[in-house]
């Protein structure tokens, strides 16, 4: 498949985060084509973005971060540059453990899991992962693969191996999404927007309240993590907004916190429990009765 096929719709959908994180995000095209599974390498492009997005920001300068592709003789490098604070080098190896995140003071969200599971997903691929940075200029993350010489390359809408699925019966339906995790909400405005859903996106009250403030939207349905940043929650933010802006929709609450605490907030919001990680056809189902209901 075409590379350009597989990160264009990244770069459309990091853009969007770099704009409500007052980041400049560009993405430089190719035309290179290779034979891998589209799925799993989109993942680790997903999270060298992320954690792009999530470390760039810097008081003193404008952030920026970059997406591109190297060629090289047999092979491409596909690149997530930043010029946020940088990595030490002692900590290079570090940051591919679980668990561990690139800068215990930063203020990003996340369980250090991303890059672990890329360095995995690369592995099993075979191909390799590098890291390069400068203290106070910037970080590189790239993966590298072998380029492929055929002269025509497959639709990759036709040869992934969960194709999207178009269907009018979400069609212009406004959704509001909030979620902490750049990748969940990444992920889940995708999948929505591919059901032909219009998505307000937001990761906390402040990012919902700029956005609002620019786009007025009545949604049809509200879907909202239930553990955000700073130790609020999504049923309260929920509550609060729509007091604010007088919604009167149905609310899904998603959470890998099954406790008996989070299932009791919820239930007594009336809002509607979802357990992550969430499955598509679940939710699919779960909104299809809530439009009916």
Known sequence: FSINDLL???????????????????????????????????????????????????????????LGVKHQKNNIVIEVWDNGPGIPTNKH????????????????????????????????LGFTISVKSTLGKGT???ITLPRSYSTKAKNIKESLSVPPQKNDEFANLSIVLVDNEPLMLTAMQAQLTDWGC??????DEKSLTTI?????TTPAIIISDYHLDNDKNGVDLI?????????????????ADPSEQVREHTSAAKFYFMRKPIKALALKKLMRQLLVS
């Open 198 to 203: 219009k998505v307000v996106a937001a990761k």
């Open 212 to 216: 609002l403030a620019n786009q007025q």
């Open 140 to 142: 590189c993350f790239s």
């Open 239 to 255: 509550q609060k907004s729509m007091t604010k802006y007088s919604w009167q929709a149905p609310v899904i609450i998603c959470s």
């Open 8 to 66: 264009t719709p990244l770069s459309k959908e990091f853009t969007v985060l770099a704009q409500q994180a007052n980041l400049n995000f560009n993405y430089v095209k190719s035309s290179c084509i290779v034979e891998t599974d589209q799925v799993l390498l989109r993942r680790v492009i997903q999270n060298f973005l992320s954690n792009a997005i999530n470390y760039c920001p810097l008081p003193n300068r404008q952030g920026k971060v970059l």
């Open 93 to 124: 190896e570090m940051i591919f453990k679980e668990f561990e995140r690139l800068n215990v003071n930063q203020a990003a969200s996340g369980l250090g899991l991303g890059l672990a599971i890329s360095e995995r997903i690369a592995k099993l």
